[in-house]
Every structure is written in C-alpha cells, then in structure tokens.
C-alpha cells in the first residue's frame, strides 16, 4: 500500500492532469468554431477552478500552492478562449501546430 506522501502526490498530479485534460478538449473544441465552444471553454473554467479548491481542502498534505497557481491559470486560460473571435483562435491554433 503506497505511503501517505506518494497518496498525495498521486492526488495533486490527478488534479493537474483534470486540468489540464479539460484545458486541451476545450482548445480542440473552441478552434474547430463549435457551437458549443463558449460552453465548453466556460466548463474547462469551472473544472479547473474545483480543483484549485479541491486543493485549499482540509485534506492534510494536499495544498501546494504551485499547484493551486496552476490550476487557476487553467481556468483562466478557459475563461480567455470565450472573448477570442474565431479566426483569431484559427490563427493560434495554426501558430501552435507549426
């Protein structure tokens, strides 16, 4: 059975990972001008702002402040995708895939 410090090691990088996993569909979601981007792109939002609270929980050894930094940039990277103007999310999206 892993050790207390390993369970919370595992616990932040599952945090990150939520981050970071919502973070990327919702760039796949916003570039390709979906519908539902502005939804989805506010979703990832709120996905990474429950796990920058997930981490001020009262679990012991979870908070890391490097890690709740991490999480609300997620979010706010979120929250910046839905005032971008579609062809400027092409533009990015063609910037980051050269």
Excluded at 26 to 41: C, F, G, Q, R
Excluded at 61 to 82: H, I, K, P, V
Aim: glycine content about 2%; some cysteine.
């Amino acid at each position: 059975m892993p050790d207390s410090s390993s369970q919370t090691l595992l616990k932040r990088s599952q945090l990150l990972k939520e981050c970071s996993d919502a973070y990327a569909y919702a760039v796949e979601v916003v570039t390709k001008n979906s519908v539902m981007a502005e939804d989805i792109a506010m979703s990832c939002a709120e996905v990474c702002y429950e796990c920058a609270k997930e981490c001020t929980s009262s679990e012991p050894g979870l908070f890391d402040e490097e890690l709740y930094n991490m999480c609300l940039q997620y979010a706010s990277l979120c929250e910046r995708m839905t005032s971008v103007p579609a062809i400027e999310r092409k533009d990015a999206a063609l910037k980051e895939s050269s």
